[in-house]
């Protein structure tokens, strides 16, 4: 096992509580109608292709991607289109979405293996390797849902060293890729030598968390026990620290490059991609299987079975938390995602999508907003931060709306990992302010950029 | 329909907060109030409670009728003011000159900036050099140590002079370096929650443990004061005292563990921090050396409270991705 590594700067340890970790993924049947929002990536929703009254196969394309940054939607299930119309989705606004009345029995569309073989030969070169994972609509599953054939398409001139697979998992509760990388192992790995080869390089590293030292051993095993598959994977064990996960603090703790503000990853020579996501592209360029279902941690320290689910997109949530031991008393906060970085969402009937890692439910005790006091300047929320920023500045000058003094200041760098507020012993909301000067000085640097 | 809490991430919080903070600055007072108590008895005490009690009810009375906002009396800080402002003064000063004092650190001190975290001064320290420069007879007639079980619990002091003070009416020769055990132990002279080094660094050390206070501010203060000191007593040993005489003497480990770490009126940043520290040293040896007062810790720790904002300014931590642009 490589010693173990981490990221220099700020960070905070939240209670891990990863009480699904020993649950091991269960096959979650599908409702009679599932809701299958268009817009499932950052960027544009996809164009629908299809109508009211239409059958659709399962696997078959159903929404197209628009634009450069935008993704393909397919249908997770055989049925009919009852309708195009828009849902709540976990942001709490209505976006267009196509609802199917499911039928019994999966077609599939055709070219599907769907058989569990592992296949180990890589018929498809760099270029139609990429296509394929642009056609079955991959994004990047840890939440941020940016489409994974733009992160794989390296820019004229720059040379991607490294795959770098982020399996930190770093969000306390959920334990999705942890049961996947338990269970697909082979796949997996399978899947970063795909995304090796898609880039040209030779180096893959798996960087993952020192708390999934279950997971850190069987890959270690299986690598060694196949040496000559997956020659040039490694396993990098990281020190269980928040934001381990965060795109930026990986390169940093495995590479020890830092990626300049304001670029992108590949500066550094490396391309990040998720561990779900990975699984997600051993199966679409192996298996010619779009991407229509996903691994959905429900969990919470009051739910009767946290557990790790298989779940079709476009599923609700409520039939998950129901599948959990239902909805607990007193609960106040539904979260899709993890505590630190998830969103807050209204209802539980959303419907679950390629970037909801989990459903985490909390009671007022766990997630209840503290009475805020004045700022001591005890200066911990600039020791937490991993970007090297000063929270409590940037909070201060973006709530008099100063957005000149918040670009100097670098407020474009912060990455909301949300460690200053957890760290906040006055329980100052720093990252809602942030969040909002961020979104004005982008806005300025945006419109100034254009003129 | 819409039953949940809708809030902006993160949404779990570390358990820690102000209040649980001062309290754990309180407790680690808590050592060096009862050696004080054993060494001045009744007159450490009676201080001690005058002192926080009129903090907090000015605290208080300020918020009640004159902001008229939310009363914070609970967060400990106001008691913390007290009870560091009663440490700094002789255990047998009049209780009202220790009230005055307690008006003018919580109400010109801190709440006259707008209270918790917005005065630029340790208030405790305004408090006591308004009571030096208003009262300076009371504020330096010094008692004695003198066990209880000894003298009595409730028995006047006799007074007499402080180790700094000797040294600086009759120069290195009049200190008796025999007592020094005597002297880390706290029976000497001095202001009462001063005396005991022990005392003092058992507090530091369950705060430093705790992470309430940075190492970095006491340890630049500690060394600087020690290597400049200890520059003049290798020069002239018949003048300027040892090095650590100077650390135990006076109120030097009470200042740089327990003000000169004050969250609000310190810089925040390593760099900062030891700058502000090397200042603090500087600046109390050069009014010990060759000042008028005896003892200059308040004074410096309150002078490099008003260089914080800009030590904050010039010490920023480094942001990640950003080189600097080269010089050219």
């Known amino acids: 096992m490589n010693p173990i590594k981490t990221f220099p700067k700020g960070g905070v340890h939240p209670e891990e509580n990863k009480l699904s970790a020993n649950q091991p993924i269960q096959d979650f049947p599908m409702s009679k109608q599932i809701i299958v929002p268009l817009g499932q990536c950052l960027g544009a929703p996809a164009d629908c292709i299809v109508n009211k009254g239409d059958r659709v196969l399962t696997g078959q394309l159903i929404g197209t991607a628009k634009g450069f940054v935008s993704a393909n939607v397919h249908s997770p299930a055989t049925g009919t289109v009852a309708k195009v119309d828009v849902v709540m989705d976990h942001t709490g606004y209505y976006k267009p979405a196509v609802f199917i009345d499911r039928e019994e029995q999966d077609e599939w569309v055709e070219g599907v293996i769907q058989t569990d073989e592992l296949l180990t030969e890589i018929k498809l070169d760099s270029k139609q390797i990429i296509d394929r994972v642009k056609d079955c609509g991959i994004v990047g599953m840890g939440g941020a849902t940016f489409p994974t054939h733009v992160k794989l398409m390296v820019p004229e001139g720059k040379k991607a060293e490294y795959i770098i697979i982020n399996a930190a998992e770093c969000e306390p509760y959920l334990t999705c890729d942890f049961r996947l990388l338990l269970e697909k192992t082979q796949e997996f790995l399978m899947g970063v030598k795909i995304l090796m080869k898609a880039v040209n390089t030779d180096k893959g590293i798996i960087g993952i968390e020192a708390n999934k030292m279950e997971a850190i051993e069987l890959l270690d095993k299986t690598i060694n026990a196949h040496r000559d598959l997956y020659k040039g994977i490694e396993v990098q064990p990281l020190k269980t620290k928040y934001p381990q996960g965060g795109e930026k603090q990986l390169i940093k703790a495995v590479t020890g490059r830092e990626v300049p503000s304001g670029k992108l990853p590949i500066e550094t020579g490396c391309v990040v991609v998720n561990v779900a996501s990975t699984y997600a592209i051993y199966e679409a360029v192996q298996k010619n299987k779009p991407l229509i279902e996903r691994i959905v941690t429900v969990t919470g320290k009051s739910v009767k079975k946290p557990c790790n689910l298989r779940v079709r997109f476009g599923t609700p949530a409520n039939l998950l938390i129901e599948a959990a031991g239902g909805l607990p008393e007193n609960i106040t906060d539904v979260i899709n995602g993890g505590p630190m970085m998830g969103k807050s969402v209204s209802v539980t009937d959303f419907p679950c999508m390629k970037g909801t890692s989990g459903i985490l439910l909390m009671t007022l005790d766990e997630a209840q907003d503290r009475r805020q006091t004045n700022c001591i300047r005890c200066g911990r929320c600039a020791k937490a931060c991993p970007m090297g920023l000063q929270p409590f500045l940037l909070h201060k000058i973006a709530k008099q709306n100063n957005f000149d003094e918040t670009e100097t200041n670098h407020i474009m760098d912060c990455i909301e990992c949300g460690s200053c507020e957890f760290t906040c012993p006055a329980n100052i909301p720093l990252l809602d302010y942030i969040r909002y000067g961020k979104a004005k000085t982008g806005a300025i640097i945006r419109a100034r950029n254009q003129k | 329909m819409n039953k949940y809490t809708i809030s902006g991430s993160p949404h779990v919080h570390s358990t820690e907060n102000t209040q649980k903070i001062m309290y754990r600055v309180l407790l680690a007072l808590v050592p060096a109030l009862l050696v004080a108590i054993y060494y001045f008895g009744w007159y450490a005490l009676r201080l001690t409670l005058v002192s926080v009690a009129a903090c907090m009810l000015t605290e208080w009375l300020i918020q009640k009728f004159l902001i008229k906002g939310p009363l914070t009396i609970n967060d400990g800080s106001a008691a913390l003011t ?64 003198a066990p209880i079980f000894k003298a009595g619990f409730f028995t006047d002091a006799v007074t007499g002079p402080t180790p700094l003070g000797l040294l600086k009416e009759g120069g290195a020769a009049s200190l008796d370096h025999a007592q020094f055990i005597d002297m880390v132990l706290g029976n000497r002279g001095g202001a009462f929650g001063e005396v005991c ?121 480094k942001v990640f991705g950003v080189v600097k642009p080269a010089k050219n």
């Open chain 2, 197 to 317: 080094a022990i005392a003092l660094l058992l507090g530091a050390i369950y705060l430093i443990a705790r992470k309430v206070i940075d190492i970095a501010t006491p340890l630049s203060i500690l060394l600087t004061v020690f290597v400049f000191t200890g520059i003049f007593w290798l020069i002239n040993p018949a003048t300027f005292i040892a090095p650590w005489y100077h650390i135990v003497y006076g109120g030097l480990l009470l200042g740089a563990f327990f003000m000169a770490t004050d969250m609000v009126t310190t810089p925040m940043t390593l760099q900062g921090k030891l700058l502000f520290g090397f200042g603090v040293g500087v600046i109390t040896v050069v009014i010990r050396l060759w000042g008028a007062y005896p003892e200059g810790v308040s004074f410096a720790i309150l002078i490099m409270n008003a260089f914080t904002p800009l030590i904050n300014k010039a010490f920023k931590p």
């Open chain 2, 82 to 145: 007290g009870l560091l402002l009663a440490f700094n003064v002789p255990a047998n000063l009049p209780i009202w000159m220790a009230i005055v004092g307690s008006i003018v650190a919580i109400g010109v001190g801190k709440m006259a900036f707008g209270g918790l975290g917005k005065n630029p001064f340790n208030p405790a320290l305004v408090g006591r050099v308004f009571m030096l420069v208003s009262f300076p007879t009371a504020m330096t007639t010094w008692p004695q140590a």
